[in-house]
């Protein structure tokens, strides 16, 4: 990663990120570095049975949880169930002033605000509404038969961006 680098943008690998890619990703991080970090759904990857580095350093070095789902958005002007459009924003510098603007995701898997270690800010950006839920039962979209368990499911809104900020 050039020394200069604002951000390092990673956008919706398909394949999990290796060991050596993921300590050049913390190093950079841990010198104040900004990452953008785009993960789709694991029925929309390559990633197979391979554990996705990135998403368990994410959880346990800063609190941000990624779920094992897929976002189903029941909306009657969009009849794709797996493209999520949100307008719902929480109130942080990077959403500020997209109170006319949309957020369109083609698929989208949810995430949230967990525990955060010391000195780290959590904020959750953006949500589905409500008709929407994190679709737990993956093997269920083989047959194409999808729908709501509150029992098992994550119920809308469902988070889909979260910012951490670490002040350390």
């Known amino acids: 990663i050039p020394p200069d680098a604002l951000a390092v943008i990673v956008p919706g690998p ?8 993921l300590r050049t990703i913390q190093a950079y991080l841990d010198n104040g570095g900004s990452l953008v970090y785009l993960a789709e759904p694991t029925p929309v990857t390559d990633f197979g049975d391979q554990p996705d580095l990135m998403v368990e350093y994410l959880g346990t070095s800063w609190g941000i949880i990624l779920g094992e789902d897929i976002i189903i958005d029941v909306n009657p002007n969009n009849p794709q169930l797996f493209t999520v459009v949100s307008n719902n924003f929480g109130s942080h510098p990077i959403t500020n002033r997209m109170y006319t603007l949309a957020l369109v995701m ?14 780290v800010t959590l904020t959750e950006l953006a949500f589905t ?18 729908s709501a368990d509150q029992n098992q499911d994550l119920m809308g809104p469902v988070g889909l961006a979260v910012a951490g900020e670490n002040s350390i």
């Open 14 to 21: 398909t394949t999990p990120l290796s060991e050596g890619e």
């Open 106 to 119: 083609p698929s989208a898997r949810s995430v949230r605000a967990g525990a955060a270690p010391e000195g």
């Open 129 to 146: 509404t409500q008709n929407a839920w994190g679709e737990t039962d993956l093997e269920s979209l083989k047959q194409n038969q999808v």
